[in-house]
Structure formats: C-alpha cells, structure tokens
C-alpha cells in the first residue's frame, strides 16, 4: 500500500500540468452554469439596497425573499453550498440516489402522519444533466491520463488527447457497468431501509435508532465506494492490457481487487482519508478567513480554487498509485509463473 502512495505521487509529480489543465476543465464546465447565475444575480440585484451589503457579506433576508420567488436550477443558490456544506450536501445526494441524472432515485415512503414524501429530486435536472456532462468529459480524460501513467516519463497536450479518444469508447463501456452494478445496489437498498427502518422503531433508545440508520448509510457508501474501486482497475486493465470488452475488464478487476484487498482496499481508504483531510484543512482556513469585501472575496476564492486543485491532484495520485499497484502485481504474478519446458527434438 505504501508503494502504491509514493508510486502515486511521484506519477503526479512526473506530471504535475495534468492538474491544472483539468482545473481549466472544471472551472469551464461549472462555467455553464456560473456565467448565467451571475446575470441572474446581477440582474436581482440591481438598483436594490442589498448589493452593497452582499458585496460585504451576505444579506440573509434578501436571499431569502429571492430564494422564495426562484424555480428550477437557481433555487439552488443556498448558504449550505458555501464551506464544507457542498461535502455533505453530495454525499447526501449520493446516497439517496440523485447522482448520476437522479437514476437511482426511490419514490419516497409514505410518512408516519399519513402524508407522502414528494417524488421530486431535491437537484434540478440542469444541475444533473451538467453532472451528466462532467462524467462524460471524466470517461474521455481519463483514457488520456491512465495512458501517460502506463508509459511513465511525461506528459504531452498530443498524447492526452490521442489516449482520450481511443479509450473512450471502452472507458464509457466499464462507466455503464458500474452504474449497472450501482443500480443494483440501490435496488437492493430499498428493501434493507424498510427492514431497518422496523429494526429502529423497535430500539429501545434513541442512539439505538441512529446506530441503526447510521450503519445502514455506511454499508451503503461502503458497497458504493467498492464500486468506483473496481471500475477504476477496471478503466486501468482496459488501457494498461489493451482490453476490448469492458464486461470481462470489470471481472478481471474485481478477482484482482479481492485477492489484493488489503492493498487494494488500503490505497482506497486512505487516499479517500487524504480527500476528508483536505476538505477539513480548508474548512478551518475558510472558517477563520473573514470576508468583508472584494478584495477578501477574491482570496477566498482562490482559496475555494485550491481545494478543488487539491482534490483533483489526489485524484490523479490515486489513479497513479493504482496504475503502479496493478502493473507491480500483475508482473510479479507473470514472473512466478512457471514457463513450461519444451521437450528436446529426438
């Protein structure tokens, strides 16, 4: 696990311009939705006595009348989105099934006071068909940097682009397994929340019931993160082997998970550890930067900018660690293959 973090980082080192080309790709895909939201709130905002006070802080009485009079995907402008909110607010989208374009998502359970829970996604469909987008862009990068990492040494704009396109086909093929295999763990969910759910009405205690919904969200998260693990060696098996059938690619991933978990699973974990680490690094910062104008709004963004930069460069040591992890035990295994031994000519 230890070879797979360093190789990791030293692939990330070897080709440190990979993050902030996919920092620009990020930042132009929310683009599509940033510029229109900044018309949208320069239009709100005009000629109104809350543009000075938002342009110091926040006006939580104007938003909140604003907020009120919005539908569709600008309803999603909430305070919970700034700070660390966006972490749990995807996590929580996640596991209720809304990413990706709300597939997984099941109709709400009857409430206890007769009503019903409404059916409607709590993301709108612009926010999830963006989401939509992004995976694709995901599937034709990825092809591009997993080649670069299976060659070594560094990377060109040329070799990037030339992997992307001809991975791309099988890459989206293993994308279309795991979100078959995640829909079949959200359908297997349903009937495990209603068993819980009885299972925390009958505890005796209050931290009973939360214990009980608790671990059911963890085995849930847990069988999900399995999933992107497997798919990542998967995506890896196809380029490094030159695979042509992502079906076979995937159960070729998960035997090599399996029989490698403690490595597999470790480098997972704790790359994901990094991620939270992260994520709470900067919570502390943003906490204890005050924003009071212009010029500490633009600090906190490039604050804000960083943590994505953050991220998406664990994101890359984590595929490189991968890519090292599965090349290093893939030719161990070949070596310790006996060759068989040809009989002499008579």
Partial sequence: MGDAIRGGFRALRENWGLAPLLLIVNLLTAGLLAAPMVKVLEQALKNTDAAPRMLEGFDYPWWSAWSDAQSGWTSAFRPDIFGVGFAFKNVDLLLKGYFPAGLFVTPAREEPDGGSGSREPRADSVILALGVLYMVEQAFLTGGILGVFRQGGSWTSRGVLHGSGFYFARLVRVTLVALGLDYAIFSLNVPLTGWVDERARDAVSESGALAWQMGRYALLLLALLFVHMVSSYAKIIVVVEQRLSAGL??????????GNLLRTGGHYLAMAAMGVGLTALW???????LVTGFPTQAVALLLAEGLILGRIALRLALLGGQVALYGGTASRVRAEVPRPQMEPMP
């Avoid at 690619?249 to 399996?258: E, G, K, N, P, T």
């Fill in 283 to 289: 919570a502390v910062v943003d906490s204890q930067w």
């Fill in 249 to 258: 690619a995937f159960l070729s991933s998960l035997s090599f998970c399996l």
